[in-house]
Each structure stands twice: as C-alpha cells, then as structure tokens.
DNA sequence: CGATATACGTA
DNA sequence: CGTACGTATATCGA
C-alpha cells in the first residue's frame, strides 16, 4: 500500500531481467557442483526480493517470453533476427527460475505468441483503471510507452541488476525531451538495434525529439515529411515505410487476454518448504534469510483451521486402551516417544479417533497382543521406535506403511526428513512442534497422539499418489527389511579394543617417524595433513609440475603423488604418502574404538552399534552411520588387522560372510540378455579369463594377468558409464587403445551396448529409471540443455538400474535369511549388510543349518538369467571369515 | 560454530 | 571425462 492508499501492483519481465543477471555474474561462482548455472537465477532473485521489499507491493506477477517467435515475428520476419540465440546456459535456468518463483508464491504469466512486455502492458494498463499504483520492471526500453501517472517504471541501470532507475513522466521528459506516449515515436524514427528495427540513417535521439516537437505528432511529421530539409530530410522520405513499420512492432499490446486480473495477483503467502527444498537444490544459502525478510516465512499465514481441528487425544485406562485398539478398523497410525531408546508415551489414531497413555508395563500388557498381530500399522520413521518397543519387551508386526520411507521411495534424490517435512508437502498444513531453543516453548509441540493422527493421514495421501510398483517395493521389500535392521542395529557386532588400541599406538609412532622423515627432506615442519600447505612444498618450494587444478589450486591426493612420484621422483612424495596410509588406518581405528559400547540408547556391550539409514541413497542402497561400518578398511595385508578386530561375540561359535560375486555384472547380462555374457556366467569359467578370451581372441588359458585386468577394469566400467578417456586413465595406456579395447569389448558384447543405451533412452522417455523389482528413481536433467547436467544424468542412469536391482536382490536376501532364522528357532543373526556382503553372527551347533539358508536364500532372493553366485566363509573373526 | 573443500575408506 | 555412500581434517567467514 502507498502512501496514496492504493494499492501497489508490481508487475516484472522476468526473461529480460534474469538475461542481465546471466551476464552480469560470474558463472563460475554460481553454479551447483552437478554443474547446473544459477547466475541468472541468483542474480534475478537477489534483485526481485530487494524489489518486494523496497516496494512493499500489495500485489505481484512476473511475465516470462514463451520463445523467440511472436506475433512480431509473424509481422517482421527480421524481428530481432539478429540477436544470437541465448545460451543453452542460461535457457536451462528458466524453468527452474519459474519453480523458484512458484514456491515463493508469486504468478507467473507467459502467453504463447506474446512477449512478457505486452503482457506487462496489459496489466499495467488494467491495474492503472482499476485503482492500482502500478510498478513495471522490464530491461526493455520500450516499456517507456507504459509511464504515467499512475504507471512507474523501474528500468536496471548500466551498472546491473541492482540498480533500478526511476522512470516517472517528469523523468521521461527530463532524459527525452517528450512525454512517456511519444517514446514510440522517437524509437520507430531512431531505430532498436537490439530489434534489428533500423531507423532513419543520421536521425538520432536529438533529431527526433525535434522533429516530433515541431510537428507535434508521428503522423504529422510523416504527413509533413516532404518539407524536412537536408540529408536527414530525404533519409526520411527514403525510410518513411521502416519508420511506420517500427512505430507499429514497438506499439505494446495493452489487452491481451489473460486468464488474470490485477486484484488476482494479491501477494500470497510462500510455501517455505518449497523454497527451502528449491534453495537447497540450488545451493543458495544467503538467499534464503532475505527471502523470509522480503516475503515473510509463510508460517504464520497456513490454514490456522487445520491447526485448531488437530483432535484432542483421549487418555484411556490400560484395559480400555487394549480393546480400543483390538476394535479399531483399517489402519492405526502409531507414535512411539523414545527417550533414551525407550518407550516413554504412545499415541494411537484411528481415523480422527485418537488416544494415548504413558507408557507402563500396565500399557505394554494390554497392547502387547495387538502390537504383535498382523493388524496394519503405520508409523514415520518406525525403525527407532520399533527398536525401543522390542528393547521394551514387544515385538511389533504388522507393519503396513512408513511415511517417510514412502517418501523416499517417491523422491529418492530428495527425501523428506521427518514427519513435519511430510506434513507441510502432502497435506500443506504445519506440524505444531516446540521451539527446540526455548527452556519453556511457546507453542506446545503435537502430541504422540497428534503425531499418529497425523501419520495417519499423510500416510492415506501418500497411498493415493504412490505407483503401484512402488507400492510394492515398500511393502515387499523395504517394510520387511526395517525390521530386520531394526535387530541388526540392537544386535550390533563385537569389536576387541584389545586389538584396536595396540595397532593404534603402533600407527601413532610410525607416523610420527614417517613425519619427521619427510620434514627433514623438506627441511621444514609443515601440517602433512593441510592440503593448502603441501601445495605450497610441492608446487612451489620442490617446484614440481602443477598437477590436477582443484577449485582451491592443485590436487595433492593419492593418485596424483603417485604419478609425481613416476615423473619427479622425490623421497618426500614417498613419506607423505605412508603418512597418509598410517595416519587414515589410524583414525579410521580410533572411531571405532571410540564407537565400542557407546551407543547412548543401549548399556555398554562390547559391541557397536550402527544406524542403518533405509533412505540414505538414490538408488535403493542402505547407508551406515555412527559409525560408518560399510567401509571399513580390506585391500591392504595391514588395513585387514581391523577386520580381525570384528570378532564373534561372547555365546556364539563363530562369524559367517557371505557375498554375491559380481552381481551387477551378472544383473547386466540378464538386463541385456548379451548371449556371450550368460553364457560367461553359466560357463563357471571366471568371468574376466571368459571375458578376456573372447575380446582378445585367444583360449582362455592364454588369458595372461594383463588382458584380465583391462577386461575387469572395463566389465566394472560399463556399469558405471566410463569412458574411452576415463578407461585410459585408469588403466594407464593410451586414449587410442582404450578405444580399441572398447570395440572390441562391444564387438563381442553387443547386446551390452544396445541395453545401455536404450535405456538411458527411455528413461530420457520416462523421466525415471526402474529396477527389476520396480523401483524408481527420477533423472529431470536427461533432458537439461547443460551438457554437464545431461551427461551426469546420463551416467547415474545407466547404473542406477543395476546397483538398484542388486540392493533390492539383497534387501530381499537379507530379510528373508532374517526371517527364516527366527522361524527356524535359531539364535544365529544377522550382523551386518555391506551391500553385496552379509556378516552373521553363528550360534553354536547352527553352523551346517544357518550356512545352508544364508547360502539358498541369497541364491533364490531372484530368478535372473543367469545363476546368482554366493560365496560363504567362516572365521572367528571378520578378516577370517572373509577369506 | 557452521559451511566448504579436500582426501579417502568401502561396494 | 566412473556409480553409490560417510567421515576426518583444515580452513574460512560469521
């Protein structure tokens, strides 16, 4: 509102603004680490929400171009015909620039056919009669025409974006000579380069506003054109159909039809979590702040009515509780509160009927028979509370849905994190939670009760919108597999700090040793371990050849010392790099140590206990965390001494492993159907040795130590998108040899190539990629104008079929396996999944039965085309057992 | 103190 | 210019 007490309609050119911003910012500094540009993104936000601000518009629109065609185009073929076509760049933040906007809540206008100036127009001359201060801000000059009294217009300065003039009449008149309607008229005389619109030759600004002066009118001058004197006077006479032909092109259309009016455009509250969500993928962090600032943060403004119905939990006695639940019909959405890993309170709702109790071993009684019958249950994020009511003596089944698994399973790339996120996307309502920050919150957060009621119903969204095949991974595979993990993570897996505190102290020394060695070659003490100050000892004190640039200067890592090593042999490179070594192993020691009996939620056992995190990847994998145990050290003699550290626990007889011997290979051939391929695997020959005979033309016998490797490193390749240049990297021999091995490979493997390319194509098709059992995981930039976007994409989506099909074969293994050993009565469990690996923990005198079903069930968890190849081994130790 | 960059462990 | 992860340390700016 203005200090007149109209209202403020702002109304912006998005295309044209965001074109200044794209050349006004480095890219370099504005772009996400896939690769994908926000320059112009960035910098038209920046200017936008510094606008709302200043501006306080009481209503908002931002008009973009369709494309380059218009009816101007239909008019004058040569309508802007000499612009350059914008760059792929910057026509890829366009749609993402409009997604920005859609979160903030703002209308975006476009029109097929109409440029975003008339469309401004249309508003800005609506706006002006229905009472509104109207605000234009476009990059065109043409917008002039809109000015008066009514109609502002704010035009970026030379200097950016960020600088807006102020273009009121008396402005006008003060930079033109005329008022802000004869604008048209000196531009059709002068011309618009920008537009390819060429002018009367030697009539510039000066001219014109003399001429219009003394004749007072375009059409009087035209009229009057025989009585200009001069060189100018006949360049008139000679251009007057270019100069009737501008001034109509330059006319902007004041009534274009638009599914809007002005009083449509009120300013409405954003959708925070939107924007946060379009920010994150963005990676703008400072933008955010400023955003709340300009526009508010959209809390205060959600529907207060869905807030108040939240119904209010009846609180039962014990017994009631028991049968409440026995009746309930149809799902009973479940919140367990954990404190200390431990149930304290329960909340159940039935549709809008809602109770909760503390809880207590009265509760726990009558719940327990429920809670362990098959009726459906749903629950966001249940592992943690299904590990506390399994610590609490119940065993729940019946799990039917998680939210946020759900979620996940629906957007992969960007999962919603908690029950609040959910709330906000799906139901558009705001979970009460209390200010973690204040002693004494304000707002009361919800109730377990609340919380389940709430469950329950983002949880009947989400079935609605969910695809069946994704449905069906949920239910028959990722809810059974939470419940095996829910017993890995509280059974964890016995560590000896006996072993782990000696070897450590042995690190510590030699690398110290290894320290002091390197210092006196260099004759200084540096921090080995700051990649900043081995800059400066490589590159410029031993000045050796710079090497791979990184954004922060030259590479240091391991790969790099090695090849230096090669080239400019040099004893420090040698030191730096058993440092590493021992200083890595060291670490990687500590926090394990560190991590044996500390997990808060259980007393200290020996053993440590890790977090599966089911949402923690893209492609179907599980991830590990606090600590990591899926990547703890193998490939060197020494790095195994911490395997041997993963010991059998006190009352079990011995560790077992078990892993699929190349599975994504194997999922490749029965993907393809390659003949040469299952054939390799039903050969029981060594799949590399068949390989490497058939690319290299000899018997398999003749397969020497290096044709396997070659033939490995590309087998591994494929899954993973390589390239001639990446493979010649790897492999350490020409471009040109890499590209021969590759025709070769493909000569021999046809159908591999044919499978990977068709389906990169079809998820272009889809916009997702499915695995074997149905699971999808969304590629938007397989169709992204920038290059690096695109062939990332291209990449991910080649494997994620594959290294998705190959979790989901596991996870099914896995529970199965899980599963059967209850059934069975055998107290042998499952410790670990390190994605193609199971460790288990045997109880003794179970080893012949646990051995036989890890074994059959890994190898039936899938019927594939070719046989799923388990290995088993036995140890007491997890470096024992995985020979 | 939090975010970023680099490096490195696994499948 | 090879996919998918988590974690440690150094460094820089708020």
New binding site residues.
């Given amino acids: 509102m203005t200090d007149s007490g109209k209202p403020t309609l702002l109304v912006v050119d998005g295309h044209s603004l965001a074109y200044r911003a794209f050349f006004a910012l480095p890219v370099d500094n504005f772009s996400t ?1 896939d690769g994908q540009h926000t320059n112009g993104i960035y910098g038209f936000l920046s200017m936008f929400v510094n606008l709302v601000k200043a501006e306080q518009p009481t209503h908002l629109a931002v008009a973009f171009d369709t494309s380059r065609h218009s009816f101007r185009t239909d008019q004058y073929a040569e309508y802007k015909a000499n612009r350059s076509e914008s760059p792929a760049e910057f026509k890829g933040q366009i749609p993402l620039l409009q997604e920005c906007l859609a979160a903030l809540n703002v209308t975006v206008l476009t029109k097929e056919g109409i440029e975003a100036d008339d469309i401004l127009a249309t508003l800005a001359t609506r706006g002006a009669a229905d009472g509104f201060d109207v605000l234009v801000c476009s990059g065109d000059r043409d917008t002039i025409q809109l000015v008066t009294d009514d109609v502002t217009l704010l035009y970026p300065s030379v200097q950016g974006v960020s600088q807006l003039k102020r273009y009121t009449p008396d402005a006008v008149v003060e930079k033109y000579g005329l008022p802000p309607a004869n604008y048209p008229d000196i531009a059709a005389l002068v011309g618009e380069t920008s537009d390819n619109l060429p002018g009367v030759p030697k009539v510039g600004e000066k001219t014109a506003v003399k001429w219009l002066t003394q004749w007072g009118s375009l059409e009087n001058l035209i009229a009057n054109a025989d009585k200009i004197t001069g060189v100018v006077g006949g360049n008139l006479r000679d251009h007057l159909d270019d100069v009737t032909r501008n001034r109509s092109l330059n006319a902007l259309l004041r009534d274009v039809e638009l599914e809007v009016t002005p009083a449509d455009l009120a300013l409405r509250p954003i959708d925070a979590q939107a924007v946060r969500d379009i920010f994150a993928r963005l ?1 703008f ?1 400072t933008l955010l702040p400023r955003v709340f600032d300009s526009f508010g943060t959209g809390d205060d403004e959600l529907p207060a009515a869905a807030v108040v119905a939240i119904p209010t939990a009846a609180t039962p006695a014990a017994d009631a509780l028991g049968a409440w639940a026995t009746d309930a019909e149809g799902d009973v959405a479940v919140s367990v509160v954990v404190a200390g890993g431990l149930p304290t309170r329960i909340g159940l709702a039935a549709g809008d009927d809602v109770v909760e109790a503390d809880w207590s071993p009265e509760v726990a009684a009558a719940l327990t028979a429920w809670f362990e019958s098959d009726a459906p249950k749903v629950i966001a994020d249940a592992k943690p509370q299904v590990k506390a009511l399994r610590r609490a003596g119940v065993r729940l089944r019946g799990l039917a849905f998680d939210p946020l698994l759900a979620g996940w399973l629906e957007r992969p790339s960007f999962p919603d994190k908690s029950l609040a996120d959910l709330v906000q996307r799906h139901l558009d309502e705001k979970l009460p939670e209390a200010d973690p920050t204040q002693l004494v919150p304000e707002t009361e957060g919800a109730t377990p009760g609340q919380l389940a009621w709430f469950a329950g119903r983002v949880a009947a969204v989400q079935r609605d919108e969910i695809a069946p095949s994704v449905a069906s991974v949920l239910t028959d595979i990722e809810l059974p597999t939470l419940d095996a993990l829910a017993d890995m993570e509280l059974a964890g897996v016995a560590v000896s700090h006996e072993k782990l505190s000696g070897f450590s102290a042995e690190l510590l020394a030699r690398a110290d040793g290894v320290a002091r060695l390197a210092f006196a070659e260099i004759g200084r003490e540096v ?1 080995l ?5 081995l800059q400066e000892v490589l590159f410029d004190q031993l000045a050796l050849p710079k090497t791979r640039k ?4 030259y ?5 790099v010392l090695a090849d230096l090593q090669e080239s400019n042999p040099h004893p420090f490179l040698d030191l730096l790099l058993q440092h ?2 021992a200083t ?1 192993l060291r ?2 020691i500590e ?1 394990l140590d560190a991590a044996i009996g500390n997990d808060r939620t259980t007393p200290d056992d020996g053993r440590i206990h890790t977090t599966y ?1 089911q949402t ?4 179907g ?1 599980l ?6 145990l ?6 060197t003699e020494e ?1 195994r001494r911490i395997r041997s550290a993963f010991e059998v626990g006190a009352g079990y007889e011995t560790l077992l492993t078990a892993d699929y011997s190349q599975i994504e290979m194997r999922i490749m051939a029965h993907l393809s159907g390659d003949p040469g391929l299952i054939e390799a695997f039903n050969s029981g020959e060594d799949l590399h040795r068949f390989v490497g005979a058939r690319v290299f033309g000899v018997e398999p016998a003749e397969v020497t130590p290096a044709m396997r490797t070659k033939v490995k ?1 590309m087998s ?2 494929l899954v ?4 001639a ?2 493979l010649s ?2 492999l350490r021999i020409e471009q040109s040899e890499a590209r021969q091995l590759m025709t070769e490979y493909f000569a021999r493997f046809g159908a591999v190539r044919d499978y990977l390319r068709s389906s990169v194509e079809q998820a272009r098709v889809d916009g997702y990629t499915e695995t074997i059992f149905g699971r999808r995981r969304p590629f938007p930039d397989l169709t992204s104008m920038n290059r690096v976007l695109r062939e ?1 994409a291209e ?2 989506a080649l ?2 079929p594959i ?1 998705g099909s190959a979790a989901d074969i596991m996870k099914i293994a896995l529970f199965r396996i899980h599963d059967q050993l209850r059934t069975e009565g055998l107290a042998s469990r499952v410790l670990l999944q ?4 199971l460790v288990v923990e045997v109880a003794t005198g179970e080893w012949d039965a646990v051995e036989r079903i890890v074994h059959d069930r890994m190898g039936d968890a899938a019927e594939l085309s070719v046989p799923l190849d388990v290995q088993v081994g036995r140890g007491a130790d997890w470096d024992e057992a995985g020979h």
């Fill in positions: 680490k990676e962090r921090n371990g700051s990649p900043k100050q990184t954004k922060t200067g590479s240091t890592d391991a790969a590493r070594e890595k670490q990687i926090s995190v923690g990847s893209q492609t994998r991830s590990s965390t606090d600590p990591n899926q990547n703890i050290p193998i490939r790095s490193a591994y390749g993973y998108g390589l390239s240049f990446g990297k790897q990332n990449r991910a494997n994620a290294q390190i994605h193609d690996e």
